[in-house]
């Protein structure tokens, strides 16, 4: 069988995620510590470990079948590729890389409307996605692309506004600008190549999506055990965040009291805690989800 590659950033802010989610999802790699290519051992399933700018092409040109990357990243080069047709959407959102691409202008300046950038120059790495946020606000202003320090365009005077990426917003605090508009919420996500699989390919491709969607939907699930008063079931069970269908069981000697146990599938709450021990749960455990299938 001809295998597939996966393709995530080698190093930077989202290779640990990734690295783990892959391990999660039980791929095993021979690892290099310097070689650009991990060789799978336990599936027919490779690891190519580039630079995130890289990733889209790849997945575009059909030199992956899967790559982990910034929703940032896939859409600006689908915008700068201009191809009509060109997309790349995320198969699965990952819940890590969160940053927002935004606008900022020096601090002193006061923000109205986006007609004050016309006629000014904007300085960012996402030229594609800038020219798209300018076109959608029918405005005309001038990019000035760079490929990293965006955020001292201005203080350089080399440009009168930037777009870049934040998610704390610390860097532009510092460099005294403001965001004033958030372009794209972004996250990081699970593409897909563009080429088209044969069936067994496809078919362990569609395993693996499988898996990875089973491990986002466990980091979230709690197995959670208690006692309830049985007449107090019906409000129990509607305090128990995301359960469906609990598992109710006797307890010996007790008529009016049983064990209650559910999978909660969203964060469980110490709130979530507090407003069952008043609805008269007691010897109430909340346990980790190692596995789920469903
Ligand atoms: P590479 O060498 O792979 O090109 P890089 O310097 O472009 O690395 P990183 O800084 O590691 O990349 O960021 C990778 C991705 O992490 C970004 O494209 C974005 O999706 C996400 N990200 C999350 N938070 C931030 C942030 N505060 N600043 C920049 N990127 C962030
Ligand atoms: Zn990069």
């Given at each position: 069988m001809t295998r597939l590659k996966i393709a995530i950033q080698?190093?930077?802010?989202?290779s640990q995620d990734s690295q783990e989610l892959l391990d999660k999802a039980g791929l095993q790699f021979n690892r290099s510590?310097?070689?650009l290519f991990w060789y799978g051992r336990n599936l027919p399933v490779d690891m190519l470990l580039v630079r995130d700018d890289d990733i889209p092409r790849l997945l575009l040109d059909g030199v992956c079948d899967l790559g982990i990357v910034g929703e940032n990243v896939a859409t600006e080069c689908c915008l700068e590729r201009a191809l009509p047709g060109t997309q790349l959407a995320p198969e699965i959102r990952l819940d890590f890389g969160h940053c927002r691409l935004c606008l900022a202008l020096p601090e002193d300046q006061t923000w109205h409307?986006?007609?004050?950038?016309?006629g000014k120059r904007i300085a960012t790495s996402y030229p594609g996605l800038t020219q798209q946020y300018l076109d959608q606000q029918g405005i005309q202003a001038a990019i000035v692309e760079l490929s990293g320090a965006v955020e001292i365009a201005p203080s350089m005077g080399t440009a009168e506004a930037i777009v870049d990426l934040v998610s704390t917003g610390t860097t532009l605090r510092a460099n005294h600008l403001r965001e004033c508009e958030t372009l794209l919420e972004s996250q990081a996500g699970v593409y897909l190549g563009s080429t088209p699989l044969d069936e067994e390919r496809n078919a362990l491709r569609q395993r693996l999506l499988e898996r990875i969607a089973a491990v986002q939907q466990v980091k979230e699930s709690k197995y959670v055990m208690l006692h309830a008063p049985r007449r107090a079931l019906k409000a129990i069970a509607e305090l128990?965040?995301?359960?469906?269908?609990p598992t109710v069981l006797p307890l010996e000697g007790q008529e009016d009291r049983v064990a209650v146990h559910a999978v909660c599938r969203e964060t469980v709450f110490w709130e979530h805690l507090e407003k069952l021990k008043a609805a008269g749960a007691t010897a109430v455990l909340v346990l980790p989800v190692e596995k789920m299938l469903s």
């Open positions: 080698k190093s930077g802010r989202l510590k310097d070689k409307s986006p007609q004050q950038l016309a128990l965040p995301g359960a469906e269908s």
